[in-house]
């Protein structure tokens, strides 16, 4: 009968070294993007410093770049939200860190709570918006880099709209 209680370790697993991967510096991965996101928002001191909120425009700031990838941090006041777009030829990683924001996509609208994480793939259409009465702050990894926001003007359209460059 095979189970996963059919495994066993014998001995101390650290002394196999063909079993270890060496340590990346950088993530490959899509669960390697997860974690860099999660351990960027676990470390609230490299982030809760530069946090700012303005009442007419989403504020944002990139934390960090690597070979491929940034990690962007942005605060949403109520009321504030994306429009519909998608990320262009980018993948992403969205964590909350504080506060709630809504994600609405043609699968309808999910509530993300402190701790979510959202992966993306290129492409993908969606809109996120803080519909809360309480500020919000999430981190971003963007993978290649996000050099683009293609905005789409019809609810629930996943059709690829006309490309418009960051400014950022």
């Known amino acids: ?9 014998a001995g101390d697993i650290l002394e196999v070294p063909h079993l270890l991967q060496p340590p990346r510096e950088h993530p490959e991965t ?3 993007f ?18 700012r909120y303005d009442a007419t425009t989403r504020w944002y700031h990139r934390l960090r770049t690597g070979p491929g990838y940034e990690v962007w941090l942005l605060s949403w006041v109520p009321g504030q939200g994306t429009g519909r777009h998608d990320h262009g030829r980018s993948s992403g990683v969205l964590t909350v860190l504080e506060g709630a ?3 609405r996509s043609a699968r309808g609208a999910r509530v993300l ?19 809360a009465l309480e500020p919000a702050v999430s981190l971003h990894v963007y993978h290649p880099g996000l050099t683009e926001m293609t ?3 019809a609810p629930h359209c996943e059709a690829r709209g006309v490309p418009r460059p960051l400014t950022a």
């Open 1 to 9: 009968m095979n189970s996963d209680n059919d495994l066993q370790i």
């Open 30 to 32: 899509v669960a390697g």
């Open 34 to 51: 997860v974690g860099l996101a999660r351990s960027v928002a676990a470390d609230r001191a490299q982030w809760a410093h530069l946090v």
């Open 101 to 103: 924001l809504t994600e």
């Open 113 to 131: 709570a402190p701790g979510v994480q959202r992966v993306f793939a290129p492409g993908y259409v969606h809109e996120v918006v803080n519909d």
């Open 151 to 153: 905005m789409h003007t």
